[in-house]
């Protein structure tokens, strides 16, 4: 369906943040009419603890970390959403990647 829109919300640290934007772009994500690489972020605090066998990014498996990280947000039309999600997957720097996707009425 092409015409229905998404929300795509993913956390993501702050070195990582042009790397995952440029690879949902080039996907086709972020167009709003006649504009395009289009979203909007904002600092935040990420949590976690990896369990055992995990690799953590950052901090170490087993420990609560706590970490800086942008919340960022963009649109998606409803034919893109699947390669979309697979370039912020292929380009995210984390083992486990916190995203959301939202149907927009």
């Given at each position: 369906m092409t015409r229905r829109r998404h929300k795509l919300v993913w956390f993501v640290p702050e070195d990582a943040l042009d790397a995952t934007r440029d690879a949902v772009f080039a996907a086709g994500a972020g167009v709003i009419g006649d504009y395009e690489r289009c979203s909007w972020y904002t600092a935040g605090i990420g949590?976690?603890?990896?369990?055992?066998?995990?690799?953590?990014?950052?901090?170490?498996?087993?420990?609560?970390?706590?970490?800086?990280?942008?919340?960022?947000?963009?649109?998606?039309?409803?034919?893109?959403?699947e390669a979309v999600v697979a370039a912020l997957l292929a380009t995210h720097p984390y083992e486990e990647v916190a995203y959301d996707l939202y149907p927009l009425a």
């Open positions: 949590t976690f603890q990896g369990r055992e066998g995990t690799e953590p990014t950052i901090g170490e498996a087993g420990r609560e970390e706590r970490t800086p990280e942008l919340r960022v947000e963009t649109v998606v039309r409803g034919d893109r959403v």
